[in-house]
Structures are given as C-alpha cells and as structure tokens.
Nanobody, 126 residues
C-alpha cells in the first residue's frame, strides 16, 4: 500500500525558512513525477511546485518562484520543499502528491496526481 508521509512543518516567523519532506513507501516513485500542494483555511487546495521523475525539470506557482525549491532523492524515495523568505500568506497545510503513472526517462506530466499524503501544517507569523 502506498503511503506518503510529510514532515518538517511548523511555526516560523516572517522571512524564515523551513524544509518539508515527503517520504514515500509501498512502491518506488523514481519513474513518477511528484508535487506539493497547499490549502489554507477556507480556500481551495492549490498547486505549489512539481518535479519530474529524475528531477530534471521543476515547476512552480508564480508566488513562490525564487523563494521555494523542490527537489527529490530517488535513492531515499523522498521529495523535499525548501521554503525561504516565508510570508504569512504561505500559511497552509502542505500536501505531498505523487503520480501513479510511471514513464521512461525524465518523465513529467502536470499534477494533480493520484496519491496524496495527509499534510503538514506550516504557519508563518507576521
């Protein structure tokens, strides 16, 4: 059974940094793209960043470009999100998202995908 477990969330001050991790189990995702989404209270879940299966291409929502960096370590079956210069509007539950499909080479297709984690809370104080 596939499990995605996020960690690394917490409370941070404006301008601070956090690194989120998503540890996958149940199958390897080295041939599948992965992504991060977030959901603030009362709002729709929104795309944050995505990464191709081998990490060669990355994609970000406009508001986090130059502040967030998505990466992955396929040997550890883990994805990361480094978040710098955090702002109060980044406050949300952050979700890991992984593709059930697998592809050749550095495979990517746009999210959302089939597998979801349960989320980790990120709170940025002003």
């Amino acid at each position: 059974q596939v499990q995605l477990v996020e960690s690394g969330g917490g409370l941070v001050q404006y301008g601070g940094s956090l690194t989120l991790s998503c540890a996958a189990s149940g199958r390897t995702f080295s041939s599948s793209p992965m992504a991060w989404f977030r959901q603030a209270p009362g709002q729709e879940r929104e795309f944050v960043a995505a990464i191709s299966s081998k990490g060669g291409s990355t994609h970000y929502r406009e508001s986090v470009k130059m502040r967030f960096t998505i990466s992955r370590d396929n040997a550890k079956n883990t994805m990361y999100l480094l978040m710098n210069n955090l702002k109060p509007e980044d406050t949300a539950v952050y979700y890991c998202n992984a593709d059930a499909r697998q592809g050749n080479g550095d495979y990517f297709r746009p999210p959302p995908y089939e597998y979801w984690g349960r989320g980790t809370q990120v709170t940025v104080s002003s």
